[in-house]
């Protein structure tokens, strides 16, 4: 198959979450099973800085967009089996940030725009065009209400990562910035509370939606945690998937990650330790003879952090030590400073973003913090048990489809903890239990050694993709 993945955003050249993990390690997987993939994204002024000197250019047309006339020029690269092509515009893409310009909605439309042209300007015939969120959500209502040769018997999927952004706009966008009939919004293939939605519109049009968890399907399927979507997606619930993202196993590999004191199931004991007590001197910390528990997260409200404020005492208290790294709400933030200056013994936290000490902590942690309140799939939790670090972490989304929580008789299965109220007592019901756990050392490293092995790789979504793919293709 030909397959066009079109996103706003892919590692390894560009990323602000976990969208972009999926983007590479999804492409990469469906290249190494066989498939030609192309990847398209924006040329943003950091890929240009990082990337650019690598790529050849791949030439320019002019789009226009109502009364505006633009050029884009194109780029392109391939890595990992994957056929790279990048979308420049200086106007709209020669900017600081990727996302938060007043004019987001107006930047992705041009990209929507020009992957629409793409594909007959460079004479590709895709198979599957696989779009991604709002951003190019768009793509398939163009190809669909403008089709051309090389678009003309595509399938389209659609992935929704986050359903809180609709890609919301005023419904003279429809033709000022795509050039599409106001009839699209009468007939409400595009309508959504009044104005027009890039993700309604995508949803409306796709062959296929999927999202990136079972779980999460189906709480986007309910009143109470659909975002608003659950009677869009319920006029598509035959055509809605669920399917987990996996984690890049030859990137967290604890047997050869060079960041790491490498350890596997045979001296899995010895290597917790040396890299518990690595993660320990990082972070001048004392070991207090408790769990430590490992937090790699932003800090927001959505994450459940607060959470941790109101447990955070008694854990410390009783012998527990906390390393912390990741950045968010101001308030957050000095709440973990305000933590440490009270417990400067056990209390490790770096704001910002460090990748080496992300994995000395998925490493070195014994159990991993994730009292998230909603969690469309998370990663946290699946390289956390890539390293035989137990997650806590509340029943929602994608963490109720990848954590087996230990139910006092199930050693033989478990890899971690659930808890079910978005609480402080939820949260400490989860860390009663790991105490509990740590204690029992049979037990513990049973659980472990069920975390070392639990297959979170690409291969098992790469295979559900595949099918989905074919089946839109008979």
């Given at each position: 198959m030909r397959i066009a993945f079109v996103a706003s955003e892919g590692n390894p050249f560009c990323k602000t979450g976990g969208l972009a993990d999926v983007v590479h390690a999804l492409s990469k997987e469906l290249a190494s099973a066989g498939h030609e993939v192309y990847c398209v994204?924006?040329?943003?002024?950091?890929?240009?800085?990082?990337?650019?000197?690598?790529?050849?250019?791949?030439?320019?047309?002019?789009?226009?967009?109502?009364?505006?006339?633009?050029?884009?020029?194109?780029?392109?690269?391939?890595?990992?089996?994957?056929?790279?092509?990048?979308?420049?515009?200086?106007?709209?893409f020669d900017r600081d940030r990727y996302y938060g310009y007043d004019d987001d909605g107006e930047r992705f439309a041009f990209f929507a725009m020009a992957a629409h042209d793409l594909f007959g300007y460079l004479k590709i015939s895709p198979d599957i065009i696989h779009v991604h969120d709002w951003q190019s959500a768009m793509l398939p209502v163009l190809c669909k209400e403008r089709p051309y040769p090389e678009v003309a018997k595509a399938r389209y999927v659609l992935t929704i990562h986050n359903p809180a952004f609709?890609?919301?706009?005023?419904?003279?966008?429809?033709?000022?910035?795509?050039?599409?009939?106001?009839?699209?919004?009468?007939?409400?293939?595009?309508?959504?509370?009044?104005r027009v939605s890039t993700l309604k519109a995508g949803i409306y049009y796709s062959d296929k939606i999927t999202t990136v968890?079972?779980?999460?399907?189906?709480?986007?399927?309910?009143?109470?945690?659909?975002?608003?979507?659950?009677?869009?997606?319920?006029?598509?619930?035959l055509d809605f998937a669920g399917f987990c993202n996996g984690i890049d196993t030859a990137e967290f590999d604890p047997k050869?990650?060079?960041?790491?004191?490498?350890?596997?199931?045979?001296?899995?004991?010895?290597?917790?330790?040396?890299?518990?007590?690595?993660?320990?001197?990082?972070?001048?910390?004392?070991?207090?003879?408790?769990?430590?528990?490992g937090l790699v997260s932003r800090?927001?409200?959505?994450?459940?952090?607060?959470?941790?404020?109101?447990?955070?005492?008694?854990?410390?208290?009783?012998?527990?030590?906390?390393?912390?790294?990741?950045?968010?709400?101001?308030?957050?933030?000095?709440?973990?400073?305000?933590?440490?200056?009270?417990?400067?013994?056990q209390v490790g936290i770096y704001i910002g973003y460090s990748d080496p000490l992300a994995h000395k902590i998925y490493a070195g942690s014994d159990f991993f913090l994730m009292p998230s309140l909603f969690e469309p799939c998370g990663i946290g939790q699946m390289i956390a048990e890539r390293y035989a670090t137990l997650p806590i972490a509340r029943?929602?989304?994608?963490?109720?489809d990848t954590i087996i929580d230990f139910t006092?008789?199930?050693?033989?299965?478990?890899n971690g903890f659930l808890f079910r109220h978005f609480n402080a007592g939820g949260l400490a019901y989860g860390i009663h239990q790991s105490l509990a756990v740590y204690r029992d050392k049979p037990t513990f490293h049973a659980l472990r050694v069920n975390a070392l092995k639990t297959d979170n790789s690409w291969k098992k979504s790469c295979e559900l993709y595949q099918g989905l793919y074919r089946e839109l293709l008979r």
């Open positions: 994204l924006p040329y943003y002024r950091a890929v240009a800085a990082k990337f650019g000197k690598e790529m050849e250019s791949a030439g320019e047309f002019t789009l226009f967009m109502s009364w505006r006339e633009h050029i884009a020029d194109l780029h392109k690269m391939d890595k990992d089996g994957v056929h790279f092509l990048f979308i420049g515009n200086g106007y709209y609709k890609g919301m706009l005023d419904v003279i966008s429809l033709y000022d910035l795509f050039g599409l009939p106001y009839e699209l919004y009468e007939n409400g293939a595009v309508r959504y509370e009044g968890s079972p779980r999460h399907r189906e709480e986007l399927l309910s009143p109470d945690s659909g975002h608003g979507l659950q009677g869009v997606l319920a006029d598509r619930e050869k990650d060079p960041l790491i004191l490498p350890f596997g199931e045979k001296d899995l004991e010895e290597g917790k330790a040396a890299n518990r007590a690595r993660l320990l001197e990082e972070f001048h910390l004392q070991d207090k003879g408790g769990p430590v528990y800090l927001t409200e959505q994450k459940g952090i607060h959470l941790i404020f109101e447990c955070a005492d008694e854990l410390l208290q009783n012998g527990a030590m906390l390393c912390i790294l990741g950045s968010g709400q101001y308030e957050l933030e000095q709440g973990f400073e305000d933590l440490r200056r009270r417990y400067p013994e029943d929602t989304g994608g963490l109720h006092g008789d199930n050693a033989e299965s478990a």
